[in-house]
């Protein structure tokens, strides 16, 4: 099966340069083994030409070969500052300060109450109750 999986990967066009890697290398669309039993036009034209013909066709479209891969690479960095750009429109600047990472309290804390929605009424281990509940995704089981 790797044969047909290198076939599908060197024939599928690719995004990021708007050609095939068949196209890049060879200067010419590959043939799909479906196009031996159900010719396509291209095929057809092909089969009609004599040797000749062929051959300067071959070395017209080798020729332009050059300009192809030229387009691509071009083609490739307008879609890497398509790529930039949206991931630039996502990405938001944070300023951090010093002490930002530190810890906001310390514990061990025990559940007074669990409330509806996930939020939990903690008191310190002397009694004293926090006066507002804390969401349970930021509390942590303690083990002694």
């Not at 340069?17 to 068949?22: E, Q, S, V």
């Not at 669309?29 to 062929?54: K, T, Y």
């Not at 804390?109 to 004293?128: F, H, I, N, Q, W």
Request: proline share 6%; glycine share 6%.
């Amino acid at each position: 099966m790797f044969p047909y999986a290198l076939l599908g990967y060197r024939t599928t066009v690719r995004t990021s340069t708007g050609a095939t890697p068949y196209l890049l290398v060879y200067g010419t669309e590959a043939v799909v083994p479906v196009e031996v039993d159900i010719p396509s036009l291209r095929i057809i034209q092909e089969a009609e030409l004599s040797n000749i013909e062929w051959v300067s066709k071959r070395i017209d479209q080798l020729a332009l070969i050059d300009e192809k891969r030229m387009v691509a690479v071009c083609h490739g960095q307008l879609y890497r500052q398509r790529m930039t750009r949206a991931f630039h429109k996502r990405v938001r600047a944070r300023n951090f300060e010093v002490g930002k990472f530190a810890p906001n309290w310390q514990g061990p804390y025990m559940v007074r109450k669990v409330l509806s929605g996930g939020a939990l009424v903690l008191s310190e281990m002397d009694g004293t109750v926090w006066p507002k509940p804390i969401n349970s995704d930021a509390v942590k089981r303690y083990y002694a």
